[in-house]
């Protein structure tokens, strides 16, 4: 199997990363996950363009074009064979001797990508899911898809000892996001999520569910909510590039309407398959 070493495809197994990497030390980097279906690369420029967005937050240079990227990203998907599953790419600052202070122009960024096969989560998307709520104790640039992921992954962590799928986090009440989706509740008809602002990740799969709801007459608001709301509501769902669109049918031990996924979610869910079988093929 193969991979992306600074616009290079080689083995993996030749891959070595140097130890003063700064993605390794200090996370000084950041990354993208891609869905690939039937070996098609799904939303592959709205992720480019997000990186790039990441990278210039991070004043961090990017090592080639979105367009060469996603050229070596394609001819990888293609010698690795993958047809269902995920790239995964990340860019960190580069090598140097230890030091918070950014290394000077000689050093260029360290970008590799590699892909890995990952299936639909089918049976959670059919079933539902449980969460529960946590604080959301993260900086304030939540916009920047940044290697600096240990809030989340304690968010994560905490939901999995709990016999949950994810964690959702608030912040003085208002809901922000999932650990590592987005979340949204519907009332009365009306879906409503968290505005793009710094507080969360504007997830490319927000984005496509907000269009789709917006292009089929599905009333949708970018608008804060509290926890109150959350439990409270009809339906609750999450979105994201491997979680996709799915129910969410519990949170804290509490049933979110019946206890069973909603139709405006089940909607969405058919509108969001129809749209990867539109760009991927079936
Ligand atoms: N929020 C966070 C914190 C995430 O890590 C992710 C997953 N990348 C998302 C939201 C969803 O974003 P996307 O739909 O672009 O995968």
New binding site residues.
């Given amino acids: 199997v193969k991979m992306i070493l600074n616009g290079n495809i080689t083995e993996r197994t030749e891959i070595k990363i140097d130890l003063e990497d700064r993605g390794y030390q200090f996370g000084d980097g950041v990354y993208?996950?891609i869905?690939v279906y039937n070996g098609v690369l799904f939303?592959a420029d709205?992720?480019l363009n997000?990186l790039e967005a990441s990278a210039r937050s991070i004043h961090l240079t990017m090592p080639c074009s979105t367009v060469e990227m996603k050229e070596q990203l394609l001819q990888l998907v293609e010698e690795n064979k993958l047809d269902t599953g995920i790239i995964y790419l990340q860019i960190t600052r580069g090598v140097s001797p230890r030091n918070h202070l950014f290394p000077g122009a000689e050093v260029g960024p360290v970008y590799i990508a590699y892909t890995r096969e990952l299936a639909s989560p089918t049976a959670a998307m059919e079933n539902g899911v449980k969460t529960i709520t946590v604080e959301d104790i993260r900086w304030l640039r939540?916009d920047i898809?940044s290697l600096n992921?240990l809030p989340?992954l304690l968010a994560k962590q905490k939901a999995s000892e709990n016999g949950c799928f994810e964690a959702l986090q608030h912040r003085n009440g208002t809901v922000t996001?999932?650990?590592?989706?987005?979340v949204s509740i519907v009332v009365n008809g009306e879906v409503k999520t968290h505005p793009a602002n710094n507080l969360?990740?504007?997830?490319?799969?927000?984005?496509?569910m907000i269009r789709l709801c917006t292009d089929n007459q599905i009333a949708v608001k970018e608008e804060i909510y509290t926890v109150e709301d959350l439990i409270g509501a009809d339906e609750v769902f999450l979105?994201?590039?491997?979680?996709e669109v799915m129910p969410i049918i519990e949170i804290d031990g509490k049933k979110i309407g019946n206890g069973a996924p909603g139709p405006i979610t089940r909607q969405i869910q058919t509108l969001f398959k129809a749209e990867i079988e539109k760009q991927c093929g079936q």
């Fill in positions: 993208e996950v869905r939303t709205e992720h997000r939540c898809k992921l989340n996001e999932g650990s590592s989706s987005n969360i990740l504007n997830g490319i799969s927000r984005q496509v979105t994201g590039t491997t979680t």
